[in-house]
C-alpha cells in the first residue's frame, strides 16, 4: 500500500470519528466551560440553585422523617388503637349496597 492511499484511507476514518466526538455531549460541555469567560456571573446563579435545592430537599427529607414516626407509631403502639367491630357494623347493606 503507498502513502497516499493510506493517508486518504486514514482521513476516511477520521472525519466520521471526529464528528462523533465533536457532536457528543462531553465536547458541548467542554465548549460551554471554555466559552464562559467571565467570572463570577454564572457561578452567583449556580450558587443560588444549589441553595434553593439544598431548602427544597431539606424540606422532603423533614416531611419523610414526619411520615416514618407517623407509621412507626402506628405499628408500635397498635395496643393503643381501638379495636375493629364486630359482625355485621362494616358490612354493605343486602339492599344493593345502600345504607
Not at 51 to 78: C, P, S
Request: net charge negative; proline share 6%.
Amino acid at each position: 500500500m503507498t502513502f497516499a492511499f493510506m493517508v486518504v484511507l486514514g482521513l476516511i476514518v477520521l472525519i466520521p470519528v471526529l464528528a462523533i466526538v465533536i457532536d457528543s455531549p462531553l465536547s458541548e460541555a467542554l465548549a460551554r466551560r471554555i466559552g464562559n469567560t467571565e467570572p463570577g456571573t454564572n457561578q452567583s446563579a449556580r450558587i443560588d440553585a444549589l441553595e434553593q435545592e439544598i431548602q427544597y430537599l431539606t424540606q422532603a427529607v423533614e416531611g419523610i422523617r414526619e411520615e416514618t414516626a407517623f407509621v412507626r407509631a402506628l405499628v408500635e403502639g397498635d395496643e393503643a388503637l381501638p379495636a375493629l367491630p364486630t359482625g355485621d357494623a362494616g358490612r354493605p347493606a343486602e339492599n344493593g349496597g345502600e345504607r
